[in-house]
């Protein structure tokens, strides 16, 4: 079951910090005016906080999907995991500042499709940060010869990751700004 856990958050934050990275560099120049509209990164330095954050998106995937083969050490597993929890956790802090203003970011580009601010903004930050620690309590676990397939554990998370990614812009919107 370790085992299991391990990949599946690997390919989850593999297939999350992909896709992200993805559609914000597909889009840098609207990624970095939504920056610049939230307005808690100084206006002059959106670019380079979007820039930054495609860099860490795609360091952080790469090394996910490089971490879920056998030529990868414990200690890197538990670096990548790590590193996307605490990414997780500022994303998080991100978006509650955001919901937290008055009037408010109309999106926070947490998601490919286009998806107003809501609660539910807060579900990939909420996703990564959990399988990534539930990924880290079973770092330890990966042995050379699993017994099953690996790639169940794998296509679960790219599954789950793009579930998690497009769930913000499938949260129905009722009249008043509130959520079903």
Do not use: K
């Not at 920056?35 to 795609?58: K, N």
């Amino acid at each position: 079951m370790q085992n299991f856990l391990l990949l599946f958050a690997l390919a989850y934050v593999a297939a999350l910090f992909l896709a992200s990275a993805a559609g914000h560099i597909v889009r840098f120049r609207n990624f970095r005016l939504l920056i610049r509209e939230h307005g808690i990164v100084p206006r002059a330095s959106s670019g380079l906080f979007a820039a930054a954050v495609c860099g860490f998106e795609l360091l952080a995937g790469a090394a996910a999907l490089l971490s879920l083969g056998q030529l990868v050490g414990q200690g890197i597993r538990i670096y990548v995991l790590a590193g996307a929890a605490l990414a997780g956790a500022a994303f998080q802090f991100y978006v509650r500042q955001l919901l937290r203003r008055a009037g408010g970011a109309t999106s926070c580009g947490c998601s490919p499709l286009s998806a107003p601010l809501t609660r539910a903004s807060l579900v990939p930050s909420i996703g990564v940060v959990g399988i990534s620690v539930c990924g880290l309590a079973a770092a330890g676990a990966l042995d050379r010869s699993p017994g099953w397939l690996p790639a169940l554990p794998c296509l679960w998370g790219l599954v789950f990751a793009g579930m998690t990614v497009l769930y913000p812009a499938a949260v129905l919107q009722l009249p008043g700004g509130r959520q079903a």
